[in-house]
């Protein structure tokens, strides 16, 4: 037995790419309720596809994963005057 939607909603369908209306009290195809995720549409509070959280599994994997490099932002170019500004050709 299935979860039953405790109001109407519109989901798009992945397949055909059309709006469809699901009704307060039906209990909609497995493909369609996973795209309501919305706990308050359901009569249980929970949406077709919530599932216990899984445990974290035990151990260190921190000490097997790199780190990514930080990215420092481009620096800006100085205020003073510069060759293009003073008018000269550079002679």
Do not use: C, I
């Amino acid at each position: 037995m299935g979860a039953r939607l405790a109001a109407t909603v519109y989901v798009t369908d992945p397949d055909t790419h059309q709006t469809v209306r699901l009704d307060q009290g039906s209990e909609p195809e497995a493909r369609l309720a996973a795209l309501v995720t919305n706990p308050a549409a359901w009569e249980d509070g929970k949406t077709a596809t919530t599932t216990p959280a899984e445990p974290e599994p035990e151990g260190d994997d921190d000490a097997d994963t790199k780190q990514a490099a930080r990215k420092t932002a481009a620096k800006k170019p100085a205020r003073g005057r510069t060759t293009a500004a003073e008018g000269t050709s550079g002679q």
